[in-house]
């Protein structure tokens, strides 16, 4: 009898430890969804700060704006930590394009860390592809001088809209090294877009050491594309890009913006909960990443509401650099290094204001094993996926050079690619009841942690 | 021995049936997300015919557009079945509010088949009360000869805000009745919104017949209603509600529109799939329920262009008068008792054009069962959610009185109670590859049920 009596009574102890949780889970939801002020804090990043790129002004102003709004959501501790950020500047840019008879301007951006035309028009024939594969099948005399047009689709048959990016972005990142092997003097490419619209989406692209020439490299909208894909099925169109987009030599001061929370019985076990600060500069990084920032303020804002004392240490992070460096991300781990913390677990929010649907996981199969069992708390919450293989770029260091748990918040991804890294990733596009549901996801998961270690 | 072999002979009929599944689940799903014209089909009723309330030359036109729709998808056979619907005229309308020095119009709609002022001006003070427990307690002195203004709240504490619909919603249908019976003039309703914004919500109110006085009901939008609230708490307000609204006599004629694919094996059983045609008269209806329309075509269309041939018979149906009188559901049902037709499953859309999250069933728990053990198949799809009862309040006359199994698509709800009823309910407000995705699913459901049966 003794083995029964001790499965019942962890199987009673795990019960009530269940229903405890289960009523934390509720004074968490309720306290965001009737008394958050994220959406209230994303308002005013998006609209009185705006975008926000590494280096630039408005970044600066940004870091201010997240220092404050910490000491509000009553952080016990808030401070600055030093980032060298790159500055990429866009310039003036136009391209435009004789699909019908004239020249027309159309809507296109820069690629971000790109090299521009030094202000000067470039005008060159244009030669379309629809793939690498068909890239590489091209004879060198149709390559060189022209400007090359990789019209890869995003796949919209992915459920899930992050593998189309993955599926995608290596054209975005890595055309113009391709084409400069072949002689080509320039590249345009379909952005990286499940829009039905005519944004055209920028994002970081790299220059290969092994490529000595620097092709300015520009994206068009879904519509312009398509437009320009029957163009060059019927004959030769040209195009004239003009752009004053380069990097700036050195880095600049920046910072981190950090808001803790002290443990009150292991306080050098740290827990940190982040998005990152910075964003490109269209738009008004609403969900890339104004989201993520303003949930990880929430949840610290909350923790305080409801009068709990974490164990553990908690940190809300705002990472600046995450864009085009990722130099947060860095720092936060020479820092964490330096002072030997002792960090139990990362969260990443970096995927959208959108309606929670899973917790990703990079752990070990013991960690995850422990999170998947607290399914069933989450479910009531519309959060059920625990299965996927998920951190997030600025926890990605701690992660990988510390062994960091890290998870990520999974929002449902439909329509991220319609606005990521856009003019219309716009405050306007965040609907409050999605952007205080990732909070609530992100809290309970701390809550959890906090009350049951993670082994 | 011989126990064992059947065991693994049936399981690996299980495993070889749920592999044939999951193949087509990815074709459907495949050939929605590529070659879909649900998307393009919502944006021609939204745009080319607009909102249409039942008895509405607009309402006609959707007959047409529906018939043209289902023909186009490939539907064997199309035809419009005959609804004599009511129809309820708004006419012009107008609230002002006294809240500052002077009378100020703000955003109101009455409600669907109130009876407004007659083209009349009426003025007179305004009492508020939270809810129906604080008019309860008024003294009949408060009340005589006021308008009522309901403060009620749509909870957004609830996680699925049709709970929070629910427990609103009687403030809607019910507060003239309430209010006429204590000597109240008029009705003022915080509209039915989760929104941050100023929409006045309609939809549908009625009249008890024990009530003599037909009290005018208008709704307001939130932050208006805010602004009332805070005046209400400092002094006297008054308003003006002038309204032309009423119910015109007798029934109109319409229709529903039904397109069906006929069985291979035994044509005679049916599964009904649909949506509302008709809409309030404002903004587009296009979440409310333009998307179930399109998506119910779709099933059409992507089981015709993926060359399935269904051994049941296939209907999609767009029931007119969902709104105010569901005239189509009852004729549905009229039609079905009179040709003593078979129907095997129910399945209606009309909770927004949102990512699909679940099924919702109202059938017999063998039933319920059956489809629950298919979750595996539709949790890829992000579909995971078979433990809500729901079905649809156009499916309901069959559901109620033939026994119909009813299965109602469960999208994210959390931005549907901003659009709901408003003339922000508009083509621009649904994602593309979120209205798909619920077509995925109820494609997928009727797949199996036609693979499977239904026990």
Redesign the interface.
């Known amino acids: 009898m003794k083995g029964f009596i001790l499965v019942c009574s962890a199987l009673s102890t795990f019960t009530f430890a269940h229903a405890q949780d289960s009523l934390m889970f509720r004074k968490i ?2 306290e965001v ?2 008394h958050g002020t994220c ?1 209230d804090n994303l308002r005013t990043l998006c609209k009185e700060v705006g975008h926000r790129l590494s280096g630039t002004p408005a970044a600066a102003n940004a870091v201010k704006w997240g220092e404050k709004a910490m000491k509000e959501a009553g952080a016990d501790k808030v401070w600055l930590q030093p980032v060298n950020v790159p500055y990429w500047h866009r310039g003036a840019e136009r391209l435009e394009l004789n699909m019908e008879k004239d020249f027309r301007q159309v809507p296109a951006l820069s690629l971000g860390n790109s090299k521009g035309t030094g202000g000067k028009t470039l005008e060159a024939p244009i030669v379309m592809v629809q793939n690498f594969d068909e890239f590489k099948v091209l004879p060198d005399a149709a390559v060189k001088g022209k400007i090359v047009f990789f019209n890869y689709r995003f796949r ?2 992915f ?1 899930t ?1 992050f593998e189309g990016y993955g599926d995608a972005v290596a054209y975005r990142w890595n055309s113009p090294n391709i084409a400069a092997k072949r002689g080509a003097v320039g590249v345009i490419i379909r952005s990286m877009s ?1 829009g ?1 619209d005519d944004f055209p989406h920028t994002g970081s692209m790299h220059y290969d050491d092994s490529v000595s020439v620097k092709l300015p490299e520009m994206a068009i909208g879904n519509i312009t594309a398509n437009a320009l894909e029957y163009a060059c099925s019927r004959g030769t169109v040209k195009a004239k890009m003009t752009s004053e987009c380069h990097m700036v030599d050195g880095l600049r001061p920046s910072y981190n913006v950090i808001g803790e929370i002290k443990g009150t019985e292991t306080p050098e076990r740290i827990i940190t909960v982040g998005g990152h600060l910075d964003s490109w500069d269209v738009g008004e990084g609403a969900h890339d990443d104004g989201a993520g920032c303003v949930q990880s303020i929430e949840v610290l804002r909350t923790l305080k509401a409801i009068g709990y004392k974490p164990r553990y240490t908690i940190r809300a992070v705002l990472f600046m650099n995450e864009e085009n460096g990722n130099k947060g991300g860095w720092a936060y781990l020479d820092s964490a290094k330096a002072a030997n913390e002792n960090h139990l677990l990362a969260i990443e929010s970096d995927a959208g204001g959108f ?1 929670p ?1 899973g917790i990703g996981m990079e752990m070990d199969e013991a960690k995850k094993a422990q999170l998947s069992r607290y399914a069933s708390l989450f479910l ?3 959060v ?1 996926d625990f299965v996927h293989e998920e951190g997030g770029v600025d926890i990605s260091p701690i992660h990988n050079k510390m062994n960091v748990p890290a998870a990520g918040l999974l929002p ?1 991804s ?2 991220y690619f ?1 606005y990521h890294h856009t003019a219309n990733d716009i405050f306007e596009n965040v ?4 952007l205080k ?1 990732g909070a609530v996801t992100m809290t309970q998961l701390i809550y959890l942690v906090c009350e049951h270690g993670l082994q």
């Not at 609907?431 to 999605?434: A, D, K, L, V, Y």
Request: hydrophobic share 20%.
């Open positions: 939801s309720d969804m009737l959406y919209q048959d459920l809209s499940t039905i309606s649907r009531p919450y519309g059920y449902d439909q329509r319609d609907n409050h009841r999605e549901m």
